[in-house]
């Protein structure tokens, strides 16, 4: 079964049970504007993924046959068991590293990661100081406690000169694999969501990019640095995709989804919405 929540910005539980079956199996039944197009309902973190898929509702979705139910979901460890247990047809959420991790707990839930549609950049924040230059011996700084964004705050830290990383830790290292700590910091893993308020009571903190809009920390708060975005497994590994269970990978009206989310007009949105903090990523995986 699917369950299908009318209108965005709807709340995942409210869900009401719709038809089973693949999504193009499944016409909308809505009324009159929705008659002949086929719903899909799709999980998104807030900001900027159901903005974003806002935009492809109001002007493309249905010139493309499809009517988005959109279902904003601000805990990341929601969406997929979601997806998986048929309560969606997709998720936009996500990074492949942040996927893989969660396919390497949950083997029998079998997802598949569609395409690369934008880059959310981690930026240090702080509400007390102007520069990383000023940020003081014992100072504490928060990062995110989910592994995939955890290594890329430490990562962010470390080519700022604050920390060094133990490069044996690989791709998923942790604030344990710090091997040098010359201003004596303390790096302290909240949840991803509570990062932007964790700044009056810390001295920064690293904040994924949706949660930093969310919050208007680009206008309220000192950017101290960007996330490293230089390397060239960068957009691989930390661009935001669609993400459906792996018998719809080939549902034509899925695929569609990904191809207007891949759209000249949602590019030009992106890039006037949001100016760097998050960017489009050009071609499809």
Known sequence: MR?????VGAIALAAT???C????????????EQEGLTTLTVGVSPVPHGEILAFVQDELAADAGLNLEIVEIADYNQPNPQLAQGELDANYFQH????EEWQAANPDDELAYISDVHVERLGLYSDKHESVGDIP????IAVPN???????ALATLEAEGLI???????????????TDNPKDVTVTPLEAAQLPRSLPDVDAAVVNGNYAIEADLPGTANELAWEPSDTADYVEDYANGLVVRAADAEDPDLVKLGEL???????????????????PVDDQA
């Open 3 to 7: 369950r299908t929540i009318a209108g």
């Open 17 to 19: 049970v719709s038809a």
């Open 21 to 32: 079956g693949a999504p193009s199996e499944n016409a909308s039944d809505g009324g009159p």
């Open 96 to 99: 492949r590293t942040f996927l």
């Open 137 to 140: 011996d014992g100072a504490e």
């Open 146 to 152: 989910d592994a995939a964004n955890l290594d890329r």
């Open 164 to 178: 060094t990383v133990d490069p044996e830790a690989g791709a998923l290292a942790t604030e344990a694999d710090i």
């Open 261 to 279: 989310l891949h759209s000249d007009e949602v590019r030009a949105y992106v890039e006037e919405t949001w100016q760097g903090v998050v960017f």
